[in-house]
């Protein structure tokens, strides 16, 4: 059973830095495609930035340059460095996986993800 647990939200003012974490288990992780999505209140879930068990990432245009993905696949661990916060960053934080995906420029697509953690809360205030 795929299980995702997200962490390292927060609350911070912008132009700040926060790590969110995600571990996973239940599955071989270093088989999987990895993702970070994020939901505000009243919009859709979108992309923000995946990975590929190539390391190959892509990330929405809106955070290229100020978050970075990687992953420890020792330790079954995905991250989100996200600096220069600003507050149109604020949402609910999702990590996703699944067993395939394409990845293109944009960010990852929402539809190739099968499994998916409960979310972290992100607040950046001006």
């Known amino acids: 059973q795929v299980q995702l647990q997200e962490s390292g939200g927060g609350s911070v003012q912008s132009g700040g830095s926060l790590r969110l974490s995600c571990v996973a288990s239940?599955?071989?992780?270093?088989?999987?495609?990895m993702a970070w999505f994020r939901q505000a209140p009243g919009k859709e879930r979108e992309g923000v930035a995946g990975?590929?068990?190539?390391?190959?990432?892509t990330y929405a245009d809106s955070v290229k340059g100020r978050f970075t993905i990687s992953q420890h696949n020792a330790q079954n661990t995905l991250y989100l460095q996200m600096n220069s916060l600003k507050p149109e960053d604020t949402a609910m934080y999702y990590c996703?996986?699944?067993?395939?995906?394409?990845?293109?420029?944009?960010?990852?697509?929402?539809?190739?993800?099968?499994?998916w953690g409960q979310g972290t809360q992100v607040t950046v205030s001006s």
């Open positions: 996703a996986a699944a067993a395939h995906c394409t990845v293109v420029a944009g960010g990852p697509g929402i539809a190739d993800f099968d499994y």
């Open positions: 239940g599955y071989t992780y270093s088989r999987y495609c």
């Open positions: 990975i590929n068990r190539h390391s190959r990432t």
